[in-house]
C-alpha cells in the first residue's frame, strides 16, 4: 500500500519548528514528540494519552467572599468527569495570602471541601516552590464529573486578604 505525506510549513521553516494543523490529525505508527504538546481552545488542560493534568493559577480577588472566614473558587478549565480515577495534586507556587494572620486551603469537588488532598496546607507565606498538599482524601473513582473547588479559610475574615495566588494542579486517568 503506498503511503503519502503532507507537509505543512508555517512561514517557511525548514527544520519544521512551527507546524500549524487544524482538523483531524490521525497518526499511523510510533510518533515521538520532544517539548510540549499545546492546545490553545483548552488553556490549562494537558493531556498524555490517559493521564490529565488540569492546572490553574488563581489570584486573591478570584476567590468569592464568603463573608466569613473563607473565600471559594471553582476551576474554570475544566471538570474532572465521570469514569476518571483522580491521582494526586499538588500546589507548585504561592504568593501568599496577605492581609491577615493565617490562611490555609482545601482542594474538594463542591461537595466534599477535602477529597484532593489530606491535611490544611498554608498559603499565608509565599513558597515560590509550592508546597506539599497530601495524598488524597477523599474517593478516587468519579462517578459524576466533579468541579474543583479551593477554599481558602483566614483567622478572622476573609475580606482582609489583600494579596496573594496559588497555581493548583490535579492529576487523574481517563
Do not use: C, W
Request: glycine share 12%; proline share 3%; aromatic share 8%.
Amino acid at each position: 500500500m503506498a503511503q503519502t505525506t503532507y507537509i505543512v510549513r508555517k512561514g517557511g521553516d525548514a527544520d519544521l519548528a512551527n507546524i500549524t494543523a487544524s482538523g483531524t490529525l490521525a497518526v499511523t505508527g510510533a510518533t515521538t514528540f520532544s517539548g510540549g504538546i499545546t492546545a490553545d481552545a483548552v488553556s490549562g488542560v494537558t493531556t498524555f494519552g490517559p493521564l490529565v493534568k488540569l492546572t490553574e493559577t488563581v489570584a486573591f480577588g478570584d476567590f468569592t467572599d464568603n463573608e466569613d472566614a473563607t473565600g471559594t473558587y471553582e476551576f474554570t478549565v475544566g471538570t474532572i468527569p465521570a469514569g476518571a480515577t483522580f491521582l494526586s495534586a499538588a500546589i507548585t507556587a504561592v504568593t501568599g495570602f496577605a492581609g491577615d494572620t493565617s490562611a490555609t486551603i482545601t482542594i474538594g469537588d463542591g461537595t466534599d471541601v477535602d477529597r484532593y488532598h489530606t491535611g490544611t496546607p498554608s498559603v499565608f507565606a509565599t513558597a515560590a516552590a509550592g508546597v506539599a498538599v497530601g495524598a488524597p482524601s477523599g474517593v478516587l473513582y468519579h462517578d459524576a464529573a466533579k468541579t474543583p473547588t479551593l477554599i481558602v479559610t483566614t483567622n478572622t475574615d476573609f475580606s482582609g486578604v489583600s494579596a496573594g495566588s496559588v497555581t493548583v494542579e490535579l492529576y487523574y486517568l481517563t
